[in-house]
């Protein structure tokens, strides 16, 4: 059972350039989530979907954009990338949302020059 | 908002110690849950314990137990029986209607 899986784990993007950060997850989990973690901090939460079609932001949307077309997927698009979106971002799934445990993907390294 | 504290950057404990981690949050809700996450340097996040706030009796999983105080909005993780393989980043989180995470614990085991 892979559970939440994450590509690519590390990537180096110029200012201004573009990419998606792919998550999948295999437990056929409803809600989906994408963290930020800076150097030194705890996670904080850019963006999360409750089914397939339903997305909301977080508390750190700017600067990124979600879609969800099918309960496995749930990539994270940067559009712009500027030097703070430098930081190492992970994937996470839920059954149910707050009382449920979240269960995470091993991360993507971003470093943004 | 919600707000998580870990007050400890740091921990060190001798191996086969026990070592306690603390961790307070602000809420005006009275129905939320609490976690204990642990990171290791794989980055790996690994769910160690969970708690509901209606539930008076403190949550354990083996070495790991809580002491969870809600009057005081108090979550700390105990670790009894200190190993090698605990050495990692200690992250308490709050969820309510998301989730919010504090800043983390390093704790370091000395053999």
């Known amino acids: 059972n892979a559970g939440v899986t994450q590509t690519p784990k590390f990537r180096i993007l110029k200012i201004g350039q573009s990419m998606t950060l792919q998550c999948t997850q295999d437990?056929?989990?409803?809600?989906m989530y994408w963290y930020r973690q800076d150097p030194g901090m705890g996670l904080k939460l850019i963006y999360y979907s409750v089914g397939a079609g339903i997305t909301d932001k977080g508390e750190v949307p700017n600067g990124y954009n979600v879609s969800r077309s099918t309960t496995e997927d749930f990539p994270l698009r940067l559009e712009l990338a500027a030097p703070s979106q430098t930081s190492v971002y992970f994937c996470?799934?839920?059954?149910?949302?707050?009382?449920?445990?979240?269960?995470f993907g091993p991360g993507t390294r971003l470093l943004v020059l | 908002a919600q707000t998580v504290t870990q007050s400890q950057p740091e921990m060190s404990v001798q191996e086969a110690e026990t070592v306690t981690l603390s961790c307070t949050y602000d809420?005006?809700?009275?129905?939320?849950?609490l976690f204990w996450y642990k990171q290791p340097p794989s980055r790996q996040m690994i769910l160690v314990i969970r708690?509901?706030?209606?539930?008076?009796q403190n949550a354990t999983e083996n070495r790991f137990s809580v002491n969870f105080q809600k009057a005081a909005k108090s979550f700390s993780l105990k670790i009894s029986d200190s190993q090698l393989g605990d050495a990692a980043m200690y992250f308490c989180a709050y969820s309510f209607d998301d989730m919010r995470f504090g800043a983390g614990t390093r704790l370091t085991v000395k053999p």
């Open positions: 708690q509901e706030a209606y539930k008076q």
């Open positions: 996470a799934s839920s059954p149910g949302q707050y009382q449920e445990t979240q269960y």
């Open positions: 437990m056929n989990h409803n809600y």
């Open positions: 809420t005006s809700e009275s129905d939320y849950y």
